[in-house]
């Protein structure tokens, strides 16, 4: 019987989480091996598919889902598997590249805060308002007690965002720094990938360290009771799908979200 991935990998509240001590290949409460995962991984997905349109007929609450990682951690390819089959009218998907002039000159939650999700919807976030206290912090590119200051403001905003009826879930995808090289030398040798391979990707490896201590520092800072971080093993793709599939499909259960009923004096009518 598999284990509550859900429980296993949020990070508490006020926890002194240390990424070092999970195991980016860590599969031992998967539904089986990869075959039998997989089709796991076929079952909720199809779950997946009939509650998102229940949110999206119901149109009263909406899902947030945060997706971070280290360059290669499979983002694109996470986001691909749990998500096909959804109705793309319900789902919105939004990366958060480098910023841009006119986003520079806001705060920093202004461009995160529009892309948020309206009631009946599923938003994805790939890469997020996150990245103002990752690679902001690796680099940086702003000074330490702004850093510690956007701690608060985030939380501060996604508590306002769970209140006014977002459930709000983050993942982290966790790879090993040998599964980044392997994946990195695969972007370079497949056709297929090469569109991916950025030469700088290189030099963020380099500051692998520094990167894994500032997503320590941000997932202890904002895991809340209403915003909780997971962090997902990542090396096995299959595994990291079937977790990922897990936990949201329990969040949109817990939702319950409903079809709304008739209106008044539909019940009985009958089209002739
Ligand atoms: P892939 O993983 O497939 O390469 P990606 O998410 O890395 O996709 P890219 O266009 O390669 O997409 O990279 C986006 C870059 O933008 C990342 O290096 C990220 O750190 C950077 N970025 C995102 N938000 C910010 C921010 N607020 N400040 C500075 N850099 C940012
Ligand atoms: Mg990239």
């Not at 910023?99 to 939650?109: I, K, Q, R, Y």
């Not at 599923?122 to 990752?134: G, K, P, Q």
């Not at 096995?236 to 209106?263: C, G, N, Q, S």
Request: proline share 7%; charged share 30%.
């Amino acid at each position: 019987m598999p284990s509550d991935p859900t429980a296993r990998w949020r990070v508490p509240e006020g926890a002194r989480l240390t990424l070092a001590k999970i195991d980016p290949r860590a599969a031992d409460d998967a539904p089986g091996d990869k075959a039998a995962t997989k089709a796991a991984s076929d079952t909720l997905r199809a779950e997946l598919v009939e509650l998102q349109a229940r949110l999206y007929a119901e149109s009263r609450q909406s899902l947030l889902v945060v997706l971070q990682a280290m360059d290669t951690g499979g983002k694109d390819g996470a986001i691909r598997n749990v998500f096909s089959g959804v109705n793309p009218q319900g789902v919105t998907v939004t990366s958060f590249k480098r910023p841009t002039e006119e986003e520079l000159a806001h705060d920093f939650l202004w461009r995160v805060h529009r892309a948020a999700p309206e009631q009946g919807r599923i938003a994805v976030f790939n890469r997020s308002h996150y990245e103002d206290v990752l690679v902001v912090k690796v680099h940086g590119l702003a000074p330490p007690e702004v850093i510690q200051g956007r701690y608060e403001h985030i939380r501060g905003f996604e508590a306002s965002l769970a209140a006014a009826g977002t459930r709000i879930v983050k993942l982290y995808l966790h790879i090993s720094e040998e599964e980044q090289a392997a994946r990195l030398q695969s972007r370079l040798d497949d056709p297929a990938k090469h569109w991916k391979f950025e030469a700088g990707d290189l030099e963020e490896r380099k500051r692998w360290p520094d990167y894994q201590q500032a997503f320590q520092d941000a997932l202890r800072a904002t895991s809340t009771a209403r915003a909780p971080w997971y962090v997902i093993p990542a090396d096995r793709k299959w595994y990291r799908d079937w977790a990922v599939l897990t936990i949201l499909t329990r969040a949109l259960r817990d939702m319950d979200p409903r079809f709304p009923p008739p209106a008044d004096g539909l019940e009985d009518v009958v089209i002739r």
